[in-house]
Nanobody, 125 residues
Framework: QVQLVESGGGLVQAGGSLRLSCAASGRTFSSFSMGWFRQAPGKERDFVAVIRWNGINTYYTDSVKGRFTVSRDNTKNTAYLQMNSLKPDDTAVYYC??????????????????WGQGTQVTVSS
């Protein structure tokens, strides 16, 4: 089992920044690729970004490229999502998720084995 706990969400003005954290416990963190998804009210949970277990490969949805950066610190069992130049359209509940295996780039929710509880990000205009 892996437990994931997100933090760092909040209210920010358009153009601002937030850094989300995802703390993991349980099985070996470095074995998992870590993804970030978001879900706005009334919409499906959409892929945002993922970092491979090796910390080298990353992949982003087009709408966040150049604004968001995914990273991880395997010594702290934590993944991060740095979000810059935030827009009102980025408003959603953000979830981190862990995937065990060799699939890539892991953009589908069904590819993930474990999920956090989510953290709210609200961007005001």
């Amino acid at each position: 089992q892996v437990q994931l706990v997100e933090s760092g969400g909040g209210l920010v003005q358009a153009g601002g920044s937030l850094r989300l954290s995802c703390a993991a416990s349980g099985r070996t963190f470095s074995s998992f690729s870590m993804g970030w998804f978001r879900q706005a009210p009334g919409k499906e949970r959409d892929f945002v970004a993922v970092i491979r277990w090796n910390g080298i490969n990353t992949y982003y949805t087009d709408s966040v490229k150049g604004r968001f950066t995914v990273s991880r610190d395997n010594t702290k069992n934590t993944a991060y999502l740095q979000m810059n130049s935030l827009k009102p359209d980025d408003t959603a509940v953000y979830y981190c998720a862990a995937a065990y295996g060799t699939n890539w780039p892991l953009t589908v929710t069904l590819e993930y084995d474990y999920w956090g509880q989510g953290t709210q990000v609200t961007v005001s205009s």
